[in-house]
């Protein structure tokens, strides 16, 4: 994707799609969950009515997080720079594009609307930093799980419940839940939380990272830095590409899920971006590395600073990020099942702290290089989000926060360079450790008397995400799960 001129970008859209032949034209966009929302509309309306400009009408009140039913018009406006070819449509009447766009107000200036992530939220948020000079550059680390089989009244073999439905005291057993390609493909059974890094044939899902990475590559115009198999057993994978801005890189993850989901459904497996769909196994985090830039230059790096090259500005800007961290952690961790990836003991940030190499913390600089000549590469690492986030949202709101500690000149505090899930309670008091949410309701709660998160969001997007997840929150109270029979059927 290249983000250039709007008219140029809109003349050389159409010619990509006279060029590939494109009948049909997947024109998207996210709702406040994240998940993209797609209308598919014929390569004529682009073509000849000009979509780009004239933009695409749709019903706003079925969407979450938008309009009420007597407000309903909207306009989804594509952004032509966003334009990619899909590469597994080949037949004619198959063949197909995909662009992103802004949702804008319907029967006037094709402005985004407040109930738009990409188009305010997100775009606000560079404007924020643009007006102070800044430029900030995201790279995340998006981990899921690929899967060879899902089914929710099959779940088997975990801590509590044995394949015959009675009670299991056993930590050993195989945890399979879902039916992973590793323990069901090719004869060899990792153990638990043991994957990391590993070869073919024990590493089954090679070819699928291969694929996912070359379409995103040839297709998308990703540069994928590299992928690999993750720590948990059952079909964790990683695929990381290059930093970019803001609104670029919300997109990237957007098209990188709907690239590996579609590859997964072409080899018969499913991919999925849940946080923690394995009991007892690591779960999957969406590490932000972000850099803050002025004038081409990188302006966290200093090679003075002797910790981790990091300069004052940085520290600044970390400092906003732990003040801001327990309301952040609504937005960058935002389902029930986030918070079942936030426990000791699982790579996963839960003590709200910065350090240097250390992935017990919050924030991570990392060191691997010294110098002048990697001073384009200073940047911190996030660890506190997951990838069932809403890209714009999460970004977004990193980003505010960390402008906010430069703004205030916030204190980090000094850094903790031990292993802190092994400190004790007293350690941790001592040095005025404290924790993020442990449940969603907690993290929103949080997030209710965070004006810099509300100012970053607008008083719409803030109000509604509240609201839905909330309701979201009470859902999960009021199921009886199984672990709760199993466990108190006989009292």
């Not at 089954?204 to 291969?210: A, D, G």
């Not at 300069?311 to 961790?333: D, M, N, P, W």
């Not at 060191?367 to 690492?381: F, N, T, W």
């Not at 109270?477 to 029979?485: D, F, G, Q, R, T």
Request: aromatic fraction near 10%; hydrophobic fraction near 40%; proline fraction near 6%.
């Amino acid at each position: 994707m290249e983000y250039d001129d709007i008219e140029d970008a809109i003349k050389r859209a159409i010619e990509k799609i006279k060029v590939n032949r494109v009948r049909w034209v997947h024109s998207a966009f996210v709702d406040i969950r994240g998940l993209m929302q797609d209308m598919v509309v014929s390569s004529r309306e682009f073509i000849e009515g000009n979509a780009f400009l004239s933009g695409l009408g749709f019903d706003g009140s079925s969407v979450r997080g938008f309009k009420s039913i007597e407000e309903s018009d909207m306009v989804l406006m594509p952004d032509p720079r966003t334009l990619c070819i899909i590469p597994w449509t080949t037949s004619e009447d198959q063949k197909s594009a995909i662009v992103i766009g802004d949702v804008c107000e319907a029967y006037g200036k094709r402005e985004p609307s407040e109930v738009d992530p990409r188009g305010y939220v997100a775009k606000r948020a560079v404007k924020a930093a643009a007006e102070m000079d800044y430029i900030c550059l995201f790279a995340p680390e998006m981990e899921h799980f690929v899967f060879t089989s899902i089914n929710p009244t099959k779940l088997v073999w975990d801590l509590w419940v044995s394949p015959d439905g009675g009670k299991s005291d056993s930590w050993g057993a195989p945890r399979v839940v879902p039916e992973s390609p590793e323990i069901s493909g090719n004869g060899y059974i990792l153990s638990p939380r043991d994957a990391y890094f590993r070869a073919p044939p024990e590493d089954t899902t090679t070819e699928y990272r291969n694929e996912v990475s070359t379409i995103l590559e040839d297709y998308f115009g990703f540069k994928i830095e590299k992928h690999h198999h993750e720590v948990a057993t059952a079909g964790q994978v990683e695929i990381n590409f290059q930093c970019g801005p803001l609104v670029e890189t919300a997109d990237r993850v957007m098209y990188y899920k709907f690239v590996a989901k579609n590859i997964a459904k072409k080899r018969g497996l499913i991919a999925t971006f849940m946080p923690k769909p394995i009991f007892m196994d690591n779960a999957s985090g969406m590490h932000v590395h972000m850099s803050l830039w002025r004038d081409s230059v990188n302006v966290m790096y200093d090679e003075n600073d002797e910790y981790a090259e990091l300069s004052q500005t940085g520290r600044y800007f970390i400092g906003g990020l732990l003040e801001h961290a327990k309301a952040l952690t609504a937005v960058c961790c935002p389902t029930v099942n986030s918070y079942k990836r936030l426990v000791p003991g699982f790579e996963a940030p839960i003590y709200i702290v910065w350090s240097r190499r250390n992935r017990s913390a919050l924030i991570r600089i990392p060191v691997y290089h010294r110098g002048p000549q990697y001073a384009a590469l200073k940047r911190i690492e996030y660890r506190g989000a997951d990838p069932s986030c809403n890209p714009y949202l999460a970004l977004s709101c990193l980003l505010m926060a960390g402008l906010d500690g430069i703004k205030k000149k916030i204190d980090p505090g000094d850094p903790v360079d031990e292993d802190i899930y092994k400190l004790t309670p007293e350690r941790r008091k001592a040095l005025g450790i404290s924790q993020i949410p442990s449940t969603l309701k907690e993290a929103l709660e949080e997030m209710k008397s965070d004006e810099v998160i509300q100012r970053a969001l607008g008083s719409h997007i803030f109000d509604s995400f509240i609201e839905y997840k909330m309701k979201e929150w009470l859902q999960y109270c009021l199921y009886v799960s199984p672990w709760e029979i199993v466990k108190y059927i006989d009292y």
